[in-house]
């Protein structure tokens, strides 16, 4: 139904003539935007997260089998897409050396995947989820869900969006990377490695939006509105960067960003926590989307089961509108701080 009726809508604005034509392009991208957007469905982020986040997977500990099935898992659905690595052919791995990670650690891999600009490819949006999780204990599998099996589904809905959007014409202006990192239980180790090692200049690295739990609502919000996510990080180094996912936010998703964590003086330190921070690092401006920890963080109690796909969705949907945003305007955003 909903397609349908996006249809009709996109024929409307283009059959509208041509003696308005600034008002009737800009109606045209409009739609289009949102029905890329629709195509990010509850049905589909829930589909992927059962799998991703099954007891088959194991756990998604850092370089044990259960983890390799899941960076399969990612390859696959790229593969099946026709979404291309930016390693060439059916290469979507960058191995990461055991030295690289933990002496006690088996070799591991980030799993990429990549959506060439139409008009600055050479520009680089790095949309990024860390793949793996805590594994088992005591024969409990600790199923990491919301963390972060809701940022990986995600970014896979993202890429598919994207990919319908280049299928039609209208693809990013700048190229998108989207980057599935591992070892960030460990200490950030698969992002650290990324930005020691990257495949892109760090310089044409213009932004890095990191998704880490977005499946759920957290004991504040519990009894409240649930329609918020925990925005860190987007005006430490860009406030055009934090302007322009303001006014995305309010032009087409109206979810509560909660800048509560963004505080300096939060003792939490939560930008520091993430794999953003390997990208803040290196003074690329980046936004993280979290939801807040919640009495099933870090236990074997975080399953698919207790994600809210209808907010999932609409999260999903900010990252993706942001990241159009920063693909497609005029200009490269400016770091001003
Ligand atoms: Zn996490």
């Known amino acids: 139904m909903k397609k349908t009726l996006l249809f009709i809508l996109t024929l409307a604005a283009i059959s509208c003539g041509s003696n308005n034509h600034i008002s009737e392009t800009s109606e045209v991208t409009i739609t289009n935007v949102t029905k890329y957007a629709n195509t990010i469905t509850p049905t589909d982020l829930k589909n992927h997260l059962y799998i991703f986040a099954s007891d088959e997977f194991e756990g998604r500990n850092t370089g044990t089998p259960g983890q390799k099935k899941a960076s399969e898992y990612l390859k696959y659905f790229y593969i099946n897409n026709n979404i291309q690595s930016p390693l060439g052919g059916n290469n979507y791995f960058q191995d990461i050396p055991t030295e690289h990670l933990n ?12 959506i060439e600009g139409s008009e600055k490819p050479n520009e680089i949006i790095v949309i990024s989820a860390h793949l793996d ?3 088992t204990n005591n024969e409990e599998i600790y199923n990491g869900a919301d963390d972060d099996g809701s940022g990986n589904v995600a970014i896979l809905e ?41 495949i892109f200049p760090l310089k044409n690295t213009i932004t890095n939006l990191n998704i880490d739990m977005i499946g759920r609502v957290d004991e504040i919000h519990e009894d409240g509105n649930p ?25 087409f998703t109206q979810i509560d960003l909660d800048y509560k964590y963004n505080d300096e003086e939060d003792p ?17 401006p ?30 999903t949907q900010l990252v993706f509108y942001t990241a159009w945003e920063i693909a497609n305007r005029e200009n490269r955003i400016v770091v001003d701080k």
């Open 103 to 114: 002496p006690n650690l088996n070799p591991s891999e980030n799993v990429l995947a990549f």
């Open 133 to 135: 999780h805590l594994g």
């Open 158 to 198: 993202i890429a598919e969006a994207f990919k319908k959007a280049v299928e039609d014409g209208n693809g990013p202006k700048r190229s998108i990377l989207f980057l599935h990192v591992t070892g960030e239980e460990k200490g950030l180790l698969g992002s650290k490695y990324y930005v020691n090692n990257p």
């Open 227 to 251: 329609n918020y996510i925990y925005l860190i990080g987007s005006d430490k180094l860009s406030s055009e960067l934090h302007n322009l996912s303001e006014e995305i936010n309010e032009k």
């Open 268 to 284: 939490n330190r939560f930008y520091y926590r993430s794999d953003h921070y390997n990208f803040a690092k290196n003074n690329i």
């Open 286 to 315: 980046i936004i993280f989307y979290f939801n807040g920890t919640h009495q099933d963080y870090h236990r074997p109690s975080d399953t698919p089961d207790k994600i809210n796909y209808e907010l999932l969705q609409k999260r």
